[in-house]
């Protein structure tokens, strides 16, 4: 049991954290400034901070939490969580500032909004950390989320060159692009790293009565919050009842379809916990357009029934047929709806186009930002892989994946009674 | 320990969740629209979204995981109050839609107040199941929620059309009609489906170290977002700050009472995670009186003595003199509370109230509305208690009760070190 | 393993209990009012309420789970942390209104700032209880409160009376007197009390899988939320961002410290868990100067630093060297940063003032204020730690701390699989 053998992380974590925080605070020391608000832009602010805060907690703990079904992984879930989370802020922030924004000067102004968009790009960040969970230790963890925060905001950089004048690039922000570039670049990065190593199913990748219900804790948290996710940038009460009506029916559909499929009647709690989620990913592509809530139920329904199908029948395929293991499943639970509530979002513009010429230039640009979009999280998850695999980072043994005691501290335990 | 026997719910849940999922959504179709504010109520709605966020955690967290004490009863416990609550909301969304909104034409129009509302009916039904949790399987479960929320806003619509024009009907939307409603027709069902037996104290009814952490971990969310729960309808700082020195007070008393009832001196974790919220039930029933603190402090003080007592000493006694279990006694922790605050709020009336002629009246209106509601939460209690008797619905085995291993699937479980 | 020798509490706790919830319910009848708000101050008062509500969550939740990671002490831990607050919170109520409110007649006026504010009073209490977490019975911890709170209310009276003139007082009120006097105080109380007894380690100090990661729950939603707390009396995007980007940073910091300190490379969650909190103490004291982020990242870094390494390398010293006994480390998670971020506050006041004689004046008032709660807090603990080790109050023995088993109810327990 005493992973007497895993290496040593002391000569890699500590430095690698010390200079890259070090690094930012130099950064933040010569370009970044706070913008004080006058009185009036106040008052918004402490509205929008109660939105802020759900966005926050979805990210810390509820993306924290998710991971901790694994039986023998959770302090490191919900700790490297953190740590992973806490630096992509910080790196969003800077480049966000540098790329996206248009001061003139090259001082950033960080206003709420700013750390909104930080928490977005670092969710994307959390999102694509799923598909490598457990098989990688925090230094590569550390590399991996600081080129997908970099990848992430180049691609909405490429986009808003691109694609600016038309102005039709306001939902390019939305929450799909997360999940679709995290889902992608994640599974990339995994195909590379792991490659022919994991066939057997793990005996630690199992869940436990007990981790079952913290990740169903952060799952949770991650549901009742995702209204405020895909509000944050649509202040409505149209993106939050959809997205809340659309979430309420993924629910349902989630746990109905585990049960269907498997052929005791039992329901999978793992595949719930993921699909329960698609109806808010899939409904977040579609917010701009503010649908009937029937049409945001309807989406939740297609995205949770795809999803939870994929989770039962789709990821053990990958796993033979591209040797891609994915250990949160992140492809059914985040590329899927996010890729179908894209169409679904294309389909709901077009209806509202009534001139062919606008409406085939508009087709040509949603698919190339798709396009686009897919291309760039595809190489810099390629790069990624083949970063990540060099021995310097001290990989983590086969035969210690999914295990905290590599990382962390454990008394001789007493008996857990 | 295998539950080799326990029915399957393949040929049962899958058709009825997706049965009744796609009505809704037709339903939604035909009959729902968003209600898009304009700029000035806008501001009122972003308040209110923080307030609504709160009430959203108590239903899907707070009840969800109250109820995991059961040492082998988790995974359902918080999922199926998921998968209820989903499915009540949009019930009651309909429902409260056709009977309680006045519009002259066939269109539902969906705002902030509309999810409060409908998170409140649900809300009555999450307390109901607390009677029969762990011993009914998920379709029961559905089909209870169902009839209840119908029952509860068939209740309201009673009292609405019989004594509207007396203007003074603005309380019986108050949390107490939900707490009573809720529990008497839970109890009824309870009674009707179970008689004569559960004699014997079942094993797994039990608490264990783990399990009673994660119950304290969604009582505490409910303790601590009550006071949003009962603002809910009166946003003033009365009804909030009232509500807060209720609920300290009633955690204390309950932890005393626990300790001095007990012969030797300790405290049982499971009584005080339900009277401790005795408090915030009774003082919801008030709150439009706005009363001096010291009064919702005596009042959270008596509620919380009531139902610590009654933990102790009836619920036993209930089961042998009625034959009827109630799993979270929830007759102690919401029916008790909740018909003293009923009464408080009778008196507080009455002293407001100068002429004799008036107060009569009032008074007559007052039993009449808590008779009604009485009358028809046991009406709908049996209904539903004769119907799931049905065996239609593959009930459990009395053998399988207050354990997941009958609905979810399990690995084969690495040792939980 | 069962405590038959355990003294039972049901002659201590309850009437202690009863007689001060029934004296403060007393108390506020005779001075406690509700402020009724106008409509403008409405609005106010329900932006402030989210704010509020992050602080009852962090005060309630967060420090009721952060001492949960002791492996048979998790109900006790959360549910004396409830019964503490909620008593400590009344009284703070009570004397904040009597001693520092500036009203004519006897009469206080609640308002939400009250709540605020003795919730904020509950808080250093609850810092000052982890240095007897474990070593105490809730009725030694009551008694406990009440000194604590009375002090720091008098200490914040003291200054108030001396330095009022100066107008330089108002951040007196901010959270690094929390920390500090709380922290004082508990050490002087726990040496007073342990002196000489506690020598070995105790088996039960340990964590656990599961109980480590209740503790990292508490832990994260003190952490998430801390911004709101800097920002209670300050509502400020500079100090939300600023306390973000320290903790944002700390949390890097503990971490990396973490593994440097530990001989295989291995980090420790409990050190992790207390020093990244350091940052958003330090950064308390120095938000009324709205430093730029780098500072505050300079600080948070610094902050959690100290803390990481005083928890490595300090904490098993003070036991040796003073027969200090401290069981969440309160010294190095609280007392450190707190002090780091004094002396941060002092710098850049004086790096703001260019009159010598000015600064000399205010360096001289500014080092009195802390000598003043210093002074305070060390008197104040060394009285209660007398009083406490009165056998009146039926001490623990010392072979059954940190054991739940004490005072609460455990059934024979199921096998927990």
């Given at each position: 049991m005493a992973p007497k053998y895993a290496p040593s992380l002391r000569a890699r974590l500590p430095p690698v954290a010390f200079l890259l925080q070090v690094a930012f605070i130099v950064i933040f020391a010569f370009c970044v400034k706070i913008e004080h608000n006058g009185r009036e832009k106040n008052q918004n602010?402490?509205?929008?901070?109660?939105?802020?805060?759900?966005?926050?907690?979805?990210?810390?703990?509820?993306?924290?939490?998710?991971?901790?079904?694994l039986?023998?992984?959770?302090?490191?879930?919900?700790?490297?969580?953190?740590?992973?989370?806490?630096?992509?802020v910080q790196w969003a922030t800077i480049l966000n500032g540098f790329l996206l924004s248009h001061s003139s000067d090259r001082v950033i102004r960080i206003q709420l909004k700013s750390l909104v968009d930080a928490e977005l790009c670092a969710a994307s960040t959390l999102v694509a950390m799923g598909t490598i969970?457990?098989?990688?230790?925090?230094?590569?963890?550390?590399?991996?989320?600081?080129?997908?925060?970099?990848?992430f905001v180049l691609n909405q950089w490429i986009i808003q060159t691109l694609f600016q004048p038309r102005q039709e690039t306001q939902w390019l922000y939305s929450m799909v692009l997360i999940n679709i570039f995290g889902a992608l670049f994640g599974m990339?990065?995994?195909?590379?790293l792991f490659r022919s190593k994991i066939q057997q199913k793990f005996e630690?990748?199992?869940?436990?009565?007990?981790?079952?219900?913290?990740?169903?804790?952060?799952?949770?948290?991650?549901?009742?919050?995702?209204?405020?996710l895909n509000a944050a940038l649509e202040p409505d009460i149209s993106?939050?009842?959809?997205?809340?009506?659309?979430?309420?029916v993924s629910a349902v559909t989630a746990m109905a379809v585990s049960a269907l499929?498997?052929?005791?009647?039992?329901i999978n709690l793992v595949h719930v916990q993921s699909s329960m989620l698609a109806g808010g990913i899939a409904v977040g592509a579609v917010v701009t357009s503010s649908p009937a809530p029937w049409i945001a139920m309807t989406i939740g329904f297609c995205a949770s029934l795809l999803s939870a199908l994929g989770f039962r029948y789709m990821k053990d395929h990958m796993l033979f047929a591209f040797d891609c293991h994915d250990t949160l499943g992140v492809l059914c639970a985040h590329a899927v709806p996010g890729i179908l509530g894209w169409f679904a979002q294309l389909i709901l513009r077009l209806m509202s186009i009534s001139h062919s010429?606008?409406?085939?230039?508009?087709?040509?640009?949603?698919?190339?930002?798709?396009l686009i979009t897919v291309f760039v999280s595809l190489v810099m998850g390629t790069i990624t892989g083949i970063l990540l695999k060099c021995s310097l980072w001290k990989p983590q043994r086969d035969n210690k994946r999914y295990d905290d005691q590599a990382y962390w501290e454990f008394p001789h335990l007493l008996e857990d009674k």
């Amino acid at each position: 049991m005493a992973p007497k053998y895993a290496p040593s992380l002391r000569a890699r974590l500590p430095p690698v954290a010390f200079l890259l925080q070090v690094a930012f605070i130099v950064i933040f020391a010569f370009c970044v400034k706070i913008e004080h608000n006058g009185r009036e832009k106040n008052q918004n602010f402490i509205n929008s901070y109660a939105n802020f805060q759900d966005i926050h907690v979805m990210l810390f703990l509820g993306f924290g939490f998710l991971g901790t079904f694994l039986v023998r992984y959770a302090f490191s879930s919900s700790a490297f969580n953190l740590l992973v989370a806490a630096m992509a802020v910080q790196w969003a922030t800077i480049l966000n500032g540098f790329l996206l924004s248009h001061s003139s000067d090259r001082v950033i102004r960080i206003q709420l909004k700013s750390l909104v968009d930080a928490e977005l790009c670092a969710a994307s960040t959390l999102v694509a950390m799923g598909t490598i969970h457990g098989k990688t230790n925090p230094v590569q963890l550390l590399i991996f989320a600081l080129i997908e925060v970099t990848g992430f905001v180049l691609n909405q950089w490429i986009i808003q060159t691109l694609f600016q004048p038309r102005q039709e690039t306001q939902w390019l922000y939305s929450m799909v692009l997360i999940n679709i570039f995290g889902a992608l670049f994640g599974m990339m990065t995994s195909c590379l790293l792991f490659r022919s190593k994991i066939q057997q199913k793990f005996e630690k990748e199992k869940v436990s009565r007990r981790t079952g219900l913290f990740a169903m804790f952060g799952t949770l948290f991650l549901w009742m919050f995702w209204p405020s996710l895909n509000a944050a940038l649509e202040p409505d009460i149209s993106a939050k009842s959809n997205t809340y009506l659309s979430l309420a029916v993924s629910a349902v559909t989630a746990m109905a379809v585990s049960a269907l499929s498997s052929s005791k009647g039992k329901i999978n709690l793992v595949h719930v916990q993921s699909s329960m989620l698609a109806g808010g990913i899939a409904v977040g592509a579609v917010v701009t357009s503010s649908p009937a809530p029937w049409i945001a139920m309807t989406i939740g329904f297609c995205a949770s029934l795809l999803s939870a199908l994929g989770f039962r029948y789709m990821k053990d395929h990958m796993l033979f047929a591209f040797d891609c293991h994915d250990t949160l499943g992140v492809l059914c639970a985040h590329a899927v709806p996010g890729i179908l509530g894209w169409f679904a979002q294309l389909i709901l513009r077009l209806m509202s186009i009534s001139h062919s010429t606008i409406a085939f230039q508009f087709v040509l640009h949603y698919v190339c930002i798709l396009l686009i979009t897919v291309f760039v999280s595809l190489v810099m998850g390629t790069i990624t892989g083949i970063l990540l695999k060099c021995s310097l980072w001290k990989p983590q043994r086969d035969n210690k994946r999914y295990d905290d005691q590599a990382y962390w501290e454990f008394p001789h335990l007493l008996e857990d009674k």
